[in-house]
């Protein structure tokens, strides 16, 4: 295949190279949880879906293929952020109620 069909490997791989250097840097100079979650989710999908249709070659399979390869990530996105909200349910020990030992009188 020529080189104006798909970018050569070394493309990709910079790419790669530049958006794992972006996570770094969001890791470290994002504030903000939430902004930071979502970039670095955004990133990490960016990167493997980069991985999967040139280095696994499924750019040039089928539809069919590629249905069945990004379905997974689409239901997983889609049950992360749908039981996201749950954890702000969670009680943690620190706020706990302090129990009392019980005294040794009835």
């Known amino acids: 295949m020529s080189e104006k069909h798909h970018p050569s490997y070394g493309k990709i791989w910079w790419w790669l190279l530049i958006l794992t250097i972006a996570e770094v840097l969001a890791a470290i100079y994002v504030a903000d949880p939430l902004a930071k979650g979502i970039l670095l989710v955004g990133m990490a999908l960016s990167k493997a879906i980069l991985v999967a249709l040139y280095f696994m070659h499924l750019r040039f399979e089928t539809t069919t293929l590629l249905v069945i390869a990004f379905t997974p990530m689409i239901i997983c996105a889609f049950l992360v952020f749908m039981l996201l909200p749950d954890l702000g349910a969670v009680v943690h020990s620190s706020e706990l109620p302090k129990l009392e030992a ?5």
């Open 102 to 106: 019980p005294s040794g009188h009835h």
